[in-house]
């Protein structure tokens, strides 16, 4: 389990995340929601100690990782899927996949690439192309099929649908929704109300740096109620 106790990160001056807890078991799939600067992709560079100074306590399967850099964390079980620069834009789409198995040694690259095919077939038809050349939605695809090539225990992902066709939406979903099914724990910042709704089991609402509440997705019928809720109108 992924738990953060009181954290607070700072940019400069700047005091982004106000006392920020929240739990994130294996094998779960967890919402992050609320408008644009709010501070949710803060939460997840902070949870990877990645850019903020932080306070507070991170820890990950009962070990205290605050202190640790982020290699540590990411040798743990835990990863990130940026929102930008995403990929390796002068390196193929099969190198940005392989990359992904560098820290176990290179040994499951084979493995991570059907994977990833079966995930995204477009992938496996440009599989020599300079990922640079992508669509902004293969790009997305092909960020969050690398991070899932290091058999991560828990990954974070920040704006997967940003941009997106519905059908590339529903792709993404359903590649996140096969990794909880495989025990994998799923943190998620989106905006897309379709996406949240088949990933995840239950949402966290942010405003201005803290959590103002916990809900089921199931309480929301609509993307307007779960906007309301992060308004403070419902």
């Known amino acids: 389990m992924l738990e953060l106790v009181d954290l607070h990160a700072y940019y400069g001056r700047s005091h982004i995340i106000q006392g920020v807890s929240m739990k994130v078991e294996l094998g779960a799939g967890v919402g992050l929601a609320g408008h644009n600067?709010?501070?949710k992709t803060t939460t997840l560079r902070s949870i990877m100690a990645d850019?903020?100074?932080t306070e507070g306590t991170v820890s990950f399967e009962g070990d205290d990782l605050s202190a640790a850099k982020t290699g540590v964390r990411v040798r743990?079980?835990?990863?990130?899927?940026?929102?930008?620069?995403?990929v390796f834009p002068k390196m193929s789409v099969e190198e940005n996949i392989r990359?992904?198995?560098f820290i176990q040694g290179g040994s499951k690259a084979a493995q991570a690439l059907d994977v990833a095919y079966e995930l995204f077939p477009i992938l496996k038809e440009r599989r020599v192309q300079l990922a640079g050349t992508l669509s902004g939605g293969q790009q997305k695809m092909l960020a969050l099929a690398r991070g899932l090539a290091l058999e991560p225990k828990?990954?974070?992902?920040?704006?997967?649908?940003?941009?997106?066709?519905?059908?590339?939406?529903?792709l993404i979903?359903?590649?996140?929704r096969t990794a909880i099914k495989?025990?994998?724990g799923v943190l998620v910042v989106d905006s897309s109300f379709d996406l949240l709704k088949t990933v995840c089991d239950?949402?966290?609402?942010m405003q201005t740096g803290v959590l103002t509440g916990e809900y089921p997705m199931e309480r929301f019928a609509t993307p307007d109620q779960l906007v309301a809720t992060y308004l403070g109108e419902a």
């Open 37 to 39: 600067g709010v501070g």
């Open 51 to 53: 850019g903020p100074r």
């Open 76 to 86: 743990k079980g835990i990863g990130l899927v940026p929102d930008e620069e995403a």
């Open 99 to 101: 990359i992904g198995t």
């Open 154 to 170: 828990m990954i974070l992902v920040d704006e997967p649908s940003e941009g997106l066709m519905p059908i590339n939406v529903e």
């Open 173 to 176: 979903a359903q590649a996140l």
């Open 182 to 184: 495989g025990g994998t």
């Open 202 to 205: 239950r949402v966290y609402v």
